[in-house]
């Protein structure tokens, strides 16, 4: 297919500023060439687009999803029956939305292998899949709100949320079959606390031996290592290891010594403001629940979230119920949030030591939402980044930490034709992210509201 763009104005990804005059011409899937508009009589035999002056940017990344999880809560014969539309969902919002890359952060490995390959033959719409497979983590261990399944179970969902294991054999044999079905990234991660209300006794961990087993084996393979954590001395085990990317933020101010050490190890963070700050507003979570996003699901998914949010929203709970429907523990999540001075401070701080921070939503989780990577965008801005940057982290840097700035990430010829539009200027105003009017993916127009 030779496609032409024309009419437009251009954020290439690279420079603090829009171009006009430009028209970008896309062959087999790829940027061929960004000219200017007066040689446009010298592209012939094309399909012509004409972008009505909105601007042409790199298709957004979104380093942290579970694009994988169905928004379902409890088992019913509706949820089973609205699974795999709810999962098509997810898919297609998150590329609607602009968003044409996903670095998906924990998921059933059969279901991410279904989709991925899916999405990648463009039998349906979907953001292009990096993934990690199963979290490698201790029984009884985070993820904690994850289901472990029997082996009947396992067989008919196609594997584990989660791999709850104990010895470093062990875990050297997971990363190899995580690998071996797919996996890009290896996840695991290091945390003492649970986020679930009335949840006091400590999380278990997996041993250093253990850990460093993992990091071992993924290196062997070429496969990076992706580490939950949200407090200091989760973050503190990650350094020690010696992973790629820092998943979530700690709200405790981090010592400079450990800034600089991350600095010199040259991990990556990804903040991922998004997820606490759903629970930090419920109110302004669900009027958008109950608004546009409605859309966003089927109605079983839709019925269990809103009940949730109803149960969030009450004021206390008896331990009989958390029993019976475990809870996020909000005051808690708050009181966390209270810190925002230290949150946002330890971002703007492992930025100016020149860590790489990425942009991940977190979308997937119980009340992160896909379409909605623009406001993960904001909160950078709270840490210090001008919009340039905010953009360049959900682009460039996403692409980098990757590492797959070759090919997507920037709009410059010989990369994957990966773009999309807006009608206002995304420099001045994150929000004009909220209107994607074309989406272009493989060189494949996947949306055009022109």
């Not at 989709?115 to 990648?120: E, N, S």
Request: hydrophobic residues 40%; aromatic residues 8%; contains cysteine.
């Amino acid at each position: 297919m030779r496609t032409l763009f024309h009419n437009l104005r251009i954020f290439d990804g690279l420079t603090p500023k829009l171009t006009g005059n430009r028209v970008v011409f896309v062959r087999d899937g790829r940027i061929e060439a960004v000219d200017d508009e007066a040689n446009l009589p010298r592209f012939q035999d094309c399909r012509r687009i004409d972008l009505k002056d909105a601007v042409l940017m790199p298709g957004l990344i979104d380093m942290h999803v579970h694009i994988g999880v169905p928004f379902i809560r409890r088992v019913t014969l509706r949820a089973v029956w609205d699974m795999h539309s709810q999962l098509r969902k997810n898919m297609s919002w998150c590329l609607s939305s602009g968003t044409t890359t996903v670095r998906d952060m924990g998921g059933i490995p059969g279901i991410l292998r279904k989709y991925r390959r899916l999405t990648g033959a463009g039998k349906i719409p979907g953001p292009r899949i990096f993934c990690a497979n199963s979290f490698i983590a201790a029984p009884g261990g985070y993820p904690d709100m994850a289901p472990y399944f029997n082996p009947i179970q396992k067989w008919l969902v196609g594997g584990q949320f989660a791999e709850r294991l104990e010895t470093p054999a062990q875990v050297r044999d997971c990363v190899r079959r995580m690998a071996d079905l797919g996996a890009d990234w290896i996840k695991t991660g290091y945390t003492e606390k649970s986020y679930f209300a009335g949840r006091t006794d400590p999380l278990r961990n997996l041993s250093d031996q253990c850990l460093r087993a993992l990091v071992e084996e993924a290196r062997t393979l070429g496969r990076p290592v992706a580490f939950h954590q949200t407090f200091l001395p989760g973050l503190r085990k990650g350094i020690e290891i010696g992973v790629n990317t820092l998943e979530h933020m700690t709200s405790e101010p981090i010592p400079q010594e450990m800034i600089d050490e991350i600095a010199a190890a040259d991990i990556a963070v990804i903040p991922t403001f998004s997820a606490p700050a759903a629970y930090v507003d419920l109110g302004e979570t669900s009027r958008w629940l109950d608004g546009g996003g409605r859309r966003f699901f089927e109605s079983e998914p839709f019925r269990q979230t809103r009940r949730l949010l109803d149960l969030l929203l009450k004021d206390s709970h008896t331990p009989e119920e958390l029993a019976h429907d475990p809870l996020m523990d909000v005051p808690m999540i708050k009181s966390l949030w209270r810190q925002s001075s230290s949150l946002f401070d330890n971002v703007r701080r492992l930025k100016k030591a020149g860590v790489a921070i990425g942009c991940g939503s977190d979308a997937g989780g119980e009340l992160a939402f896909f379409g909605r990577i623009h406001h993960e965008m904001e909160h950078l801005t709270r840490a210090g980044f001008s919009t340039f940057e905010a953009l360049q982290a959900a682009t460039i840097t996403n692409a980098r930490i990757l590492g797959k700035d070759d090919e997507i990430g920037t709009i410059e010829p010989g990369k994957i034709a990966d773009m999309i539009a807006v009608p206002g200027d995304p420099l001045q105003d994150l929000g004009a992210l909220a209107h994607v009017v074309l989406v272009v993916k493989d060189g494949r127009i996947e949306k055009s509201a022109l």
